[in-house]
């Protein structure tokens, strides 16, 4: 199992972004997904999770400015970033919590982390 981030770059204040993660492999359920960030010398924290069922958390911080969503089918998950600011400059990793994979023709479950993505929100 492997998780793809994408979509980081560099933005202007009060621009946009949008996030893209992908999880492939033999996966055969994944529960939530989500995204934390983490600045050098900082804790990683969350900013955005989503359930299988829908159901979203935001980090303060960003509610009204970021929306997360995923297709189940294509095991994506995604995070529109809008009025970015400057404080929001960060390393973003996108999370699966509870994969249910095949490997060798066993079940497993299992947390995954993708790579990070930068965002840098600069004028």
């Known amino acids: 199992v492997q998780l793809q981030a994408s979509g980081g770059g560099l933005v202007q204040p009060g621009g946009s972004l949008r996030l893209s993660c992908i999880a492939s492999?033999?996966?055969?359920?994944?529960?939530?997904m989500g995204w934390y960030r983490q600045a050098p010398g900082n804790q990683r924290e969350l900013v955005a999770r989503i359930t299988s069922g829908g159901v979203t958390t935001y980090a303060d911080s960003v509610k009204g400015r970021f929306a997360i969503s995923r297709d189940n089918a294509k095991n994506t998950v995604y995070l529109q970033m809008n009025s970015l600011k400057l404080e929001d400059t960060d390393v973003y990793y996108c999370?699966?919590?509870?994969?249910?994979?095949?490997?060798?023709?066993?079940?497993?479950?299992?947390?995954?982390w993708g790579q990070g993505t930068q965002v840098t929100v600069s004028s």
């Open positions: 492999g033999s996966i055969l359920s994944i529960d939530a």
């Open positions: 999370i699966a919590d509870r994969i249910v994979y095949l490997s060798s023709g066993s079940h497993y479950m299992a947390d995954f």
